[in-house]
Structures are given as structure tokens and as C-alpha cells.
Nanobody, 120 residues
Framework: QVQLVESGGGKVQTGGSLRLSCAASGSSVSIYSMAWYRQTPGKQRDLVAEISSGGSTNYADSVKGRFTISRDNAKNTVYLEMNSLKPEDTAVYYC??????????????WGPGTQVTVSS
């Protein structure tokens, strides 16, 4: 089992910045990909950014150039630096981790979510 603890959400004005963190804990597991998703009421959960164990990244077009995902493998922590925030970035942000005792037994894990609100 892997537990995810998120932090860093909150309220900010348009143009502001926030940094989300997600720490994963679990015994004898390997952390593969780590990612951030977001969801607004009545809509599906969408990928914001993801980072592989090797550091390769992928971003949603809507956040390219404004958000940066990074990870600290020693701490099993993934970060999302969000700059130039817009009201349309308002959502609940969820940490996602793919982990397991081996690649063949890997599982998707989700954090509880953290609210980000950007006011105009």
C-alpha cells in the first residue's frame, strides 16, 4: 500500500503562484510515474502534468510554460510549481502515483485532493 499526502493548495489572485507537494510513503515499493490531475465539478479528471521515474515530463497544453512538475526520488515526493495562475486553473488537484513491489504488480494510487482557487 502507498499513502499520499498532499499540501500547498489555497487561494491566490490571477497571476499569482502556488506550489503543490505530494509525498508518497509505503514499504518496499518502487515509485514509477508521478502526476498531477485536476477536476472541476461535473467534469472529468484531467491530466495536468506527469513525470516518469527517469525525469521525462509531459504537460497539458493549457499549462505549458506556466506549470513545472518535478520530483525528489530520495523523498518520494512530487511537486507542481504553478505560475501565472488563471481563474480557469481553479480546481481540485489530485496527486497520482504508479507504484508497486515490481513493474508487473504496479498500481495507481490517488491522493485525497487539494483545492486551488484563483480569483480574478
Amino acid at each position: 500500500q502507498v499513502q499520499l499526502v498532499e499540501s500547498g493548495g489555497g487561494k491566490v489572485q490571477t497571476g499569482g503562484s502556488l506550489r503543490l507537494s505530494c509525498a508518497a510513503s509505503g514499504s518496499s515499493v518502487s515509485i514509477y510515474s508521478m502526476a498531477w490531475y485536476r477536476q472541476t465539478p461535473g467534469k472529468q479528471r484531467d491530466l495536468v502534468a506527469e513525470i516518469s521515474s527517469g525525469g521525462s515530463t509531459n504537460y497539458a497544453d493549457s499549462v505549458k510554460g506556466r506549470f513545472t512538475i518535478s520530483r525528489d526520488n530520495a523523498k518520494n515526493t512530487v511537486y507542481l510549481e504553478m505560475n501565472s495562475l488563471k481563474p480557469e486553473d481553479t480546481a481540485v488537484y489530485y496527486c497520482n502515483v504508479v507504484a508497486g513491489h515490481s513493474w508487473f504488480t504496479r498500481t495507481n494510487y490517488w491522493g485525497p485532493g487539494t483545492q486551488v482557487t484563483v480569483s480574478s
